[in-house]
């Protein structure tokens, strides 16, 4: 709703309804409320009237004569009649300024909604920009989180690689210390028979050989 200038300060214009008693709407505001309220005479009507309105006019006329004889009755009725109308125009005008003053608080109460209104707008959309920019951001630390797990993860790769290489080299460095175990086992097998030879057969099955413990010397000399 928009607050601007108008004719009328207030946002629901004020319209009368017609009623039976008589209201104030001649053209001249004075005049014609004087002829009305004293005499009876609508001139606003005037125009509009039938004949058998008009018509009542020269009835009227023709009984002022006896109005004249009734005059201290028909005053008792005429005042209360005139006092009766000043009472209601009292109660118009009266009921106008209420109208006026309780429009004046309705229309700040429609401002305060108004304000309200735009500023929990301004609220939504502020809402809205830090919506935005959370979604934003926890894209961001999710993109971040999703590049640390990729790198976490090619480096326990590397780490299983790097593993099985080290393990794998421990293997082949265990292949030569196997031969060596094993030439070693022959060797001493072999000193073992000669020595039961030896010791069975006496120093003819033994011409030529070196002793057991000087063979296994000579193996670890490098000889």
Known sequence: MEFAP??????VKYEG?????HKVHALDSTLAG?????????????????????????DR??????????????????????????????????VQ???AAAAKKIDQQILNVFLAGKGYQQHVRLMGEKAQNGIRLLDAEGRSA??????????????VARRHQSGARRIQEKIPLM?????????????REDRKDLLTNGSRSSA?????WQSVGDWFSGR
């Open 6 to 11: 108008s004719k009328s300060t207030a946002i």
């Open 17 to 21: 309804k017609k009623s039976g008693i």
């Open 34 to 58: 004087l002829t009305k309220n004293y005499f009876g005479i609508d001139l606003k009507e005037l125009p509009n009237m039938t004949d058998q309105q008009l018509a009542e006019y020269a």
């Open 61 to 94: 006329a023709a009984a002022m004569d006896r109005l004249i004889e009734v005059l201290p009755i028909l005053e008792k009725h005429f005042k209360t009649l005139i006092e009766g109308q000043v009472q209601y125009e009292q109660f118009v005008a009266q």
């Open 97 to 99: 300024k209420d109208a």
């Open 146 to 159: 999703l590049t640390l797990e990729r790198m976490d993860f090619q480096t326990a790769l590397q780490i």
């Open 179 to 191: 031969e060596r175990r094993e030439a070693l086992s022959e060797q001493m097998r072999k000193e």
């Open 208 to 212: 030529g050989k070196k002793g057991f």
